[in-house]
């Protein structure tokens, strides 16, 4: 988290930033990283609560910068850093749920689903071939079902996947399929202050 004085559209203003610095294996796929940036960027456009990439001094939106460590014997490795705009507000996972603010929630959800329409293929996105992709790896994950804690959750565990074996995974081609925000969780989602109605939105 840094605060520093943000300079757009021929005006200066103090804001807040967090610089976010890749790891060195995702560091080497810069194509991945170019694709989160567009998406923040388009949902922003959108008018949706997401952080919004800041141009670097070159103009780009990201910088390679090699950073020196005791085992960096043989040149140092490159790393990804970005400075994104800082979101104010709590975790949801540390607010108080009330219907409204679920509601509120869902509704971000569902609008970040529309905004991603229309959003373009991603080649870098596309050929990523991620573990918990449910649309071709769900079954990569029968081996790790032993590590749910009990064994009512793992029958349940099974079932599901059993389910989309032998009825999702035969016609899943044949389906409409789009982007989506994969990792909204309570940690993922930031909740402003309570606006003059007295409710929380998310940020």
């Known amino acids: 988290y840094v605060e520093g004085v943000f300079v757009g559209d021929g005006q200066a203003a103090k804001a807040a930033f967090n610089m976010k610095v890749t790891n060195r294996k995702e560091s080497a796929d810069v194509s991945l990283i170019d694709a989160q940036n567009d998406f923040m960027l ?35 490795p490159m790393y990804v850093i970005r400075l994104l705009t800082f979101l ?25 689903s529309i905004c991603l329409k229309n959003f373009p293929q991603h080649k870098a996105v596309d050929d990523r071939n991620y573990r918990w ?26 079932e599901v996947m059993d389910a989309y074996e032998f009825h999702a995974l035969p016609v899943l081609k044949s389906l409409p399929m789009d982007y ?9 989602i930031v909740m402003g202050e309570s606006d003059e109605s007295g409710q929380r939105q998310v940020t």
């Open 42 to 76: 388009h949902l922003r456009s959108g008018g949706l609560p997401v952080p919004q990439p800041v141009a670097a001094g070159a103009g780009g939106l990201k910088v390679l910068h090699a950073i020196s460590h005791p085992d960096c014997h043989n040149g140092c």
């Open 88 to 112: 104010p507000g709590e975790l949801l996972a540390n607010v108080r749920k009330s219907d409204a603010i679920l509601r509120n929630v869902g509704r971000v959800v569902g609008d970040i």
């Open 180 to 188: 989506i925000h994969g990792d909204l969780s309570e940690l993922n």
């Open 133 to 158: 992709n449910l649309g071709t790896n769900l079954l990569l994950l029968k081996p790790y079902v032993h590590a749910v804690d009990t064994e009512h959750k793992r029958q349940l565990v099974m």
